[in-house]
Structures are given as structure tokens and as C-alpha cells.
């Protein structure tokens, strides 16, 4: 089985996974956790082992794509492997980082990964320390992505994404807020994205916030939702 939750930020939003374990009891290392970015668990050499423990010690095993508050420099430092058609960082047999723009190919469904987004606090934060450059998808990445899809004919089942589209910011719950969103240069990739590709479903996080955006695209945060 596959699920797919929001953010986790390390073990600030770890709860939620650990009350789905308890109230799953079935599950086991072949079923799949998908974390829509700011998966946070590679965050500093202090607290590393700890973080990962938690997270190994949870009954299935956990995907994620990238977010914004990641320590770039640590999980790029993980050497890149093939896994299901897509390249990837195995920070642990059981803990697995999409990497941007590949195609993975996932109990017979595909799905489409571009992590990364902007930190809008960034200037709180202190570079190499808790905000990294590399947050922001570059155009390689952005390029590698377009050639991906093309070898799917840009036709797969899911896309899953920390940030969204321009066109989703117009939409509820995202609108709701009150004022439209800033857009960044993720959100006008991934509308280019949103523009040729095909799917069944498109889930990201970084809002904060749960809902259904339109039938086939949803934000996440806290809900955890079955998709296969």
C-alpha cells in the first residue's frame, strides 16, 4: 500500500505518522510513506542518528521528496542510486529521498517528483546553517524533469511536489488565506509542468494546511491519505 502525508520537519511533525502506525498494525516495510517535503529528518550531525532511529523504527518505509528546510549539504552528501526507474538518496534501506524531476515507477503506478521551494523566513535563518541555496530548484533540475516525462510521453499517475503550481494558489483553502500568494520560480515550474502533463493526481505540502484543491490536486499537511 501507498500513503501520503505533509511535512514532518524531523520530528516536530513525526506524531502523526507514529498514531498511523499504531492504528495500522497490518503494515510492514513493503508498504510506502510519502512525505511531501520538508522531511527535515537530515537536518544536523547532532540529533542525526535519533532522527533516523524514529524513523526506522516506524513499520513501513518512508519516501520523501525535498522541501525548503532541508540541510542540502548533508543530503546531497548521500551518494545517488537507481531505485524503481528514478535516482534517489538511500539515507537508509527504509528511508528513501525522490530526488527532483525523475519518474519512478512504484507498484505498478508512476509518479513524477520535484521537491524544493522558497523559505520566505530565509532571512532569519543563517546559510549552511539552517537555510541552504540549494533549496531552490536549479534549471538542470527543472530540465532533467522535462526529459523525464518525455520518456513517459509526459503522461504519469501522480505528481508529488513540496510546492504547487501559480494557478493553484487561486484555489481554496489556499486563496482562503485572504490575499493571493507571492509566486516564486518553483511555482512557475511547476506550472510549466502543470501545463503538458498528464496525471491523476497531484499532492504537495509546504502550506501547512489540509484540503482539495480541485478532484485532482491536493494539499497536505497533517492528513494522511491512502492513494493505492
Same mark, same amino acid.
Given at each position: 500500500?501507498?500513503?501520503?502525508?505533509?511535512?514532518?520537519?524531523?520530528?516536530?511533525?513525526?506524531?502523526? &505518522? &507514529?498514531?498511523?502506525a499504531d492504528d495500522h498494525p497490518t503494515l510492514t516495510k513493503q508498504d510506502f510513506m510519502i512525505v511531501c517535503g520538508d522531511f527535515g529528518g537530515v537536518w544536523s550531525e547532532r540529533g542525526l542518528q535519533t532522527t533516523l532511529l524514529m524513523y526506522a523504527r516506524l513499520p513501513f518505509t518512508t519516501l520523501f521528496v525535498d522541501g525548503n528546510h532541508e540541510n542540502f549539504d548533508m543530503l546531497n552528501s548521500y551518494p545517488v542510486e537507481i531505485w524503481k526507474g528514478g535516482k534517489v538518496h538511500k539515507i537508509s534501506p527504509d528511508i528513501i529521498h525522490l530526488m527532483r524531476g525523475q519518474v519512478f515507477e512504484i507498484?505498478?503506478?508512476?509518479f513524477f517528483t520535484f521537491g524544493g521551494a522558497t523559505s520566505i523566513d530565509r532571512? &532569519?535563518?543563517?546559510?549552511? =546553517?539552517?537555510?541552504?541555496?540549494q533549496e531552490l530548484p536549479s534549471y538542470a533540475?527543472?530540465?532533467?524533469? =522535462?526529459?523525464? &516525462?518525455?520518456?513517459?510521453?509526459?503522461r504519469v499517475?501522480?505528481? =508529488?511536489?513540496?510546492?504547487?503550481?501559480?494557478?493553484a494558489l487561486w484555489y481554496p483553502p489556499l486563496r482562503e488565506r485572504g490575499v493571493k500568494m507571492q509566486t516564486y520560480p518553483e511555482n512557475q515550474m511547476l506550472s510549466y509542468f502543470q501545463d503538458i502533463v498528464r496525471y491523476r493526481h497531484w499532492y504537495f505540502g509546504h502550506y501547512h494546511m489540509d484540503g482539495d484543491l480541485t478532484e485532482d490536486k491536493t494539499v497536505l499537511y497533517q492528513r494522511i491519505l491512502r492513494i493505492l
Open positions: 500500500m501507498i500513503y501520503i502525508t505533509g511535512d514532518t520537519h524531523g520530528q516536530t511533525d513525526f506524531a502523526k &505518522l &507514529l498514531h498511523f507498484e505498478g503506478s508512476t532571512y &532569519l535563518r543563517t546559510e549552511g =546553517v539552517s537555510w541552504w541555496p533540475e527543472f530540465e532533467e524533469g =522535462v526529459n523525464s &516525462l518525455a520518456r513517459y510521453a509526459n499517475d501522480f505528481i =508529488v511536489t513540496h510546492s504547487c503550481d501559480e494557478r
